[in-house]
């Protein structure tokens, strides 16, 4: 479950009464767009029906099987989200938008690079300021995936931006490959591997963009600075960093 502070209320009324639920905001828009998917449990704030849920009034069992025909607030939430409205105040409004504002910033960073620099990758920082620049408003009701191709299309103006995965191939020492690989596996798709004769581990992956200088951290850190990582131009030739 979530917490009260996380949740929004979903409000129906139908024979003359109100129903009222407590549930995450994003779970509660996927839920009208059919898109839901997970365990309700985990993102409701109570297992119950409320007539006033600021109150913690409850409805009558009657009026549950009149409207839903069951009393099952596992069955009833869902009906409640689909036909009725979410109700968010000010403050949730509020909040939403900055958690989608940076969420939106967040997946530009990742896979955003700066083709006019050699595909190097942009900061966050400079994301912001040319959302800000080019007047971007996050809509918070919206998930971010949806606006990521509005969001593009507003900051090419300001700064020079493309979407692109990078290949990149990782060597690490012998004393290092043992644990260190399984870490560098799971970073982005592991297209290929091979295991040296001197005992050190070769790595090819495919990642978004915006993440190169994550993996050169990652691979310093498991690698106490003897590792490389190096950018795949044509699946033969390496270039160093």
């Known amino acids: 479950m979530i917490s009260l502070d996380e949740a929004v209320t979903a409000r129906l009324e139908s024979h003359g009464e109100r129903f009222e639920v407590l549930i995450d905001p994003d779970a509660a828009l996927a839920m009208k767009r059919g898109e839901f998917e997970g365990e309700l449990e985990d993102v409701i704030a109570a297992e119950d029906v409320f007539e006033n849920a600021s109150r913690g009034d409850r409805p009558a069992e009657e009026d549950l099987e009149t409207v839903f025909g069951t009393t099952d607030?596992?069955?009833?939430?869902?009906?409640?989200?689909?036909?009725?409205?979410?109700?968010?105040?000010?403050?949730?409004?509020?909040?939403?938008l900055e958690r989608k504002h940076n969420q939106l910033v967040t997946t530009i960073t990742r896979n955003a690079v700066n083709p006019q620099m050699d595909d190097s990758p942009h900061p966050p920082e400079r994301i912001e300021r040319a959302l800000d620049?080019?007047?971007?408003?996050?809509?918070?009701?919206?998930?971010?995936?949806?606006?990521?191709?509005?969001?593009?299309?507003?900051?090419?103006p300001v700064i020079p931006i493309r979407f692109e995965e990078v290949t990149m191939a990782v060597?690490?020492?012998?004393?290092?490959?043992?644990?260190?690989?399984?870490?560098?596996?799971?970073?982005?798709?592991?297209?290929?591997e091979e295991w040296q004769n001197d005992g050190s581990w070769v790595g090819v992956l495919t990642f978004p963009a915006g993440l190169q200088n994550d993996l050169y951290d990652l691979v310093n850190e498991v690698t106490s600075g003897e590792g490389d990582a190096r950018v795949i131009k044509d699946k033969d030739e390496l270039r160093t960093r």
């Open 73 to 96: 607030p596992l069955e009833i939430i869902p009906e409640v989200v689909d036909r009725g409205e979410i109700q968010i105040t000010a403050e949730q409004r509020e909040e939403m």
């Open 171 to 192: 060597q690490l020492p012998a004393d290092y490959a043992g644990s260190g690989q399984a870490q560098i596996r799971e970073f982005g798709d592991l297209e290929r």
């Open 133 to 156: 620049e080019a007047g971007f408003q996050v809509d918070p009701m919206e998930p971010v995936e949806n606006q990521v191709d509005d969001a593009l299309e507003a900051l090419r």
